[in-house]
């Protein structure tokens, strides 16, 4: 039985944004900031964006020990940095295509509620978006299916008919534990190895593959 998709969920970065350089830029900024001098190597910081900052810190032995007094100072300092970041080839010209083809498409981020409405509104975004769902209070994040299902939920439509769209071990796990299907990008943070571990529904190696698998 062939599934019917009518919503996309996609995430953000390394999904929609190449966002690296502003991330890790920022992240070094802060550290340096609070007197923080580890020396961060750039390939073991990028294969783990998409993780929280403590899961991060933890796995490279970086010892920040407020959390939320660096998120604080990581925020203020991201858009110093956000020139360096840029949309991915054809994500505006396929968001477009969707939306005019009627599919519901939403946000899924671990990045907090403000900055990722910030971000998407940087890039002139906001408009084909029908819910954005940035790291909330109590509510779980990926790969935990519940900001998922509330973001189906909000729209009117069930978790099968969703496609979770994401560069991770986090997204697609979040898309199969939600009952949805999913679809890996290979040209994002994680390694093709790592992901087509993940048994992925689809893959694709740009954005503008998605419309192939969706039309």
Known sequence: MIKIIRHICFDLDGTL???????????????RQL???????????????GHHFIDIFRDLKINVTDMEHFIKIYKGHYFDFIDHSKLYPFVEETLSSLKRDNFYISLLTTKTQDQAEKIIGHFNLKNYFDEIMGRRPNILVKPNPEPLLKICKYLGIKSGETL????????????????????????????????????????INSFRELESIIK
């Open 35 to 49: 007197n923080i001098n580890n020396a961060v190597s750039e390939n073991d910081f990028k294969t783990r964006i």
């Open 164 to 203: 979770m769209v994401g560069d991770t071990e986090l997204d697609i796990t979040c898309g199969k534990n939600a009952g949805s299907l999913t679809c890996a990008a290979l040209y994002g943070y994680r390694s093709k190895k790592i992901l087509m571990n993940e048994k992925a529904d689809y893959y």
């Open 17 to 31: 944004v190449d966002s690296f350089r502003t991330i890790f830029n920022s992240t070094l900024k802060t550290l």
